[in-house]
């Protein structure tokens, strides 16, 4: 009996080692089996890493890349933004300028489109003043008697003469038209020259004394010829014995009315 429960136990004992032998084994299979599952495993990732690491360290370069040319962008687009600047500020003076210069155009033209109408004006009335230069009147008449068979002028006429100048150099478009007048005694040669004497006495004090310009005067000397009255009697003859001075100008030089001398000078 104890001989049978020996080998019983000797039995179990060498089933429970054998046991522990293939568990063991299993064991150490299984745990190769899992490491090299594991090691596969490791290098499946660390190749995925790697390939990670690569392509971020790609997708870095490109955004470094990237990163520069925004940088450069942003550097042209400030160097534009400045000159944009300086453009806006240019054009703004450029526009005070135009403005300023538009001012200008307006004021010359405004001045000019005066200066125009004063033209017209003055263009009318020198067309009325040419329509009118052949239609010469008298302003004034003067008439200084001389004594017998003399040419020599008396100071009582002065101060007629006097305001005569005043006027004829006051009037730009006024004339003086002189008759040198004799009476009927005397052939007809020594009265004109008589006449002539009578009239240069006169010229002479009023431009010496007076003045007057000469190209305002004009001069005829008659003599005997168209009388101013008759020669019968003294007195006629001493009237006749004389000059005759009209100031005249064309007709648009007064408002007042005037007769037109037989002696006034075709311009």
């Given at each position: 009996?104890?001989?049978?429960?020996?080998?019983?136990?000797?039995?179990?004992?060498?089933?429970?080692?054998?046991?522990?032998?293939?568990?063991?084994?299993?064991?150490?299979?299984?745990?190769?089996?899992t490491?090299?599952?594991?090691?596969?495993?490791a290098?499946?990732?660390?190749?995925?890493?790697?390939?990670t690491?690569?392509?971020?360290q790609?997708?870095t370069?490109?955004?470094?890349?990237?990163?520069?040319?925004?940088?450069?962008?942003?550097?042209?687009?400030?160097?534009?933004?400045?000159k944009?600047?300086?453009?806006?500020?240019g054009?703004?003076?450029?526009?005070?300028?135009?403005?300023?210069?538009?001012?200008?155009?307006m004021?010359?033209?405004?001045g000019?489109?005066?200066?125009?109408?004063k033209?017209?004006?003055?263009?009318?009335?020198l067309?009325?003043?040419f329509e009118?230069?052949?239609?010469?009147?008298?302003?004034?008449?003067?008439?200084?008697?001389?004594?017998f068979?003399?040419?020599?002028?008396?100071?009582?006429?002065?101060p007629?003469?006097?305001?005569?100048a005043?006027?004829?150099k006051?009037?730009?478009?006024?004339i003086?038209?002189?008759?040198?007048?004799?009476?009927?005694v005397?052939?007809?040669?020594?009265?004109?020259?008589?006449?002539e004497?009578?009239?240069?006495?006169?010229?002479r004090?009023?431009?010496?004394n007076?003045?007057v310009p000469?190209?305002k005067v004009?001069?005829?000397?008659?003599?005997?010829?168209n009388p101013?009255t008759?020669?019968k009697?003294?007195?006629e003859?001493?009237?006749?014995?004389?000059?005759?001075?009209?100031?005249m100008?064309?007709?648009?030089?007064t408002?007042?009315g005037?007769?037109?001398?037989s002696?006034?000078?075709?311009p």
């Open positions: 009996m104890e001989a049978r429960n020996g080998f019983w136990r000797a039995a179990t004992i060498t089933g429970m080692a054998l046991l522990l032998v293939g568990v063991s084994s299993g064991c150490v299979a299984t745990r190769k089996f490491r090299s599952r594991v090691n596969e495993k290098q499946e990732l660390n190749a995925r890493v790697d390939t690491d690569q392509n971020v790609t997708n370069n490109q955004v470094q890349a990237h990163t520069g040319q925004i940088d450069e962008l942003n550097f042209v687009t400030r160097d534009h933004s400045g944009i600047s300086t453009l806006d500020s054009l703004k003076q450029v526009d005070q300028k135009v403005d300023q210069k538009t001012q200008e155009a004021s010359v033209g405004q000019a489109q005066g200066t125009a109408d033209a017209v004006v003055q263009v009318t009335s067309g009325e003043k009118n230069r052949n239609n010469y009147i008298v302003l004034s008449e003067e008439k200084i008697k001389f004594k068979d003399s040419a020599t002028m008396d100071k009582t006429y002065f007629a003469l006097d305001q005569l005043q006027r004829l006051g009037t730009p478009d006024a003086l038209v002189m008759e040198g007048r004799t009476d009927s005397g052939n007809d040669t020594y009265n004109i020259r008589l006449g004497k009578r009239v240069e006495a006169v010229i004090y009023l431009v010496v007076q003045g000469m190209h004009y001069r005829m000397s008659f003599g005997e010829d101013l008759l020669n009697t003294r007195e003859r001493a009237e006749n014995r004389a000059v005759v001075m009209r100031v100008g064309p007709s648009f030089s408002t007042s005037g007769m037109v001398s002696a006034a000078p075709t």
